[in-house]
């Protein structure tokens, strides 16, 4: 029997959540706090003090985790924050979850990860960011992706200056959850 529970609890840890499924919340230092909420077709909860959190494809570790960032400055200490998931309905959420995470790196005015909606483009991401800054190698901004079966990394050089000029992308990148955008520094005559 306590194999089983040990077995489930290990389970339950490397679960990664996935919108339709049920959370159970409890915060041990405000038991008001506790309750059980339903992760949105976005894959977004939404929970007191802590507001939107992206829970949608992340492990129960690293929602308790967001919570705590979310709800802890609102106590003396830092809170005890326990999560479990249920899973839920797929078929009504089966496109899966509406927001990615994209990292912003370099001369960009927000650097950093950005969570866009599904499908947003290069572009419409770098605007997200707050644009280049006046230091940046425009001509030389990198998209990095990383292909989650193999772990090869493709990269795409993008010329912003072209852009800006009035250039067509043949193709506008709709970037995926993890993607690396590497906006480096200008040289001395660049």
Avoid: H
């Amino acid at each position: 029997m306590a194999t089983a529970t040990a077995t489930m609890a290990v389970a339950q840890q490397e679960y990664r959540v996935r919108p339709g499924d049920t959370l159970a919340i409890e915060v041990l230092e405000d038991t008001s706090l506790n309750r059980a909420v339903v992760v949105l077709p976005d894959g977004r909860i939404s929970f007191p003090f802590a507001g939107s959190v992206l829970v949608a494809g992340r492990t129960i570790s690293e929602i308790e985790q967001a919570i705590i960032a979310g709800i802890g400055p609102n106590f003396a200490v830092t809170p005890n924050v326990f999560v479990s998931a249920q899973p839920g309905d797929r078929a009504a959420y089966a496109s899966g979850p509406a927001a990615v995470g994209i990292y912003f790196l370099g001369e960009v005015n927000r650097p950093g990860l950005i969570e866009v909606a599904r499908g947003t483009t290069f572009l419409q991401a770098l605007a997200q960011s707050g644009g280049v800054t006046r230091f940046a190698a425009t001509k030389r901004i990198q998209l990095r992706r990383t292909d989650p079966r193999s772990g090869a990394q493709t990269v795409y050089r993008i010329d912003y200056r072209a852009l800006s000029a009035g250039a067509a992308l043949k193709q506008d990148i709709r970037l995926q959850d993890g993607d690396v955008i590497l906006v480096p520094e200008r040289r001395l005559f660049e």
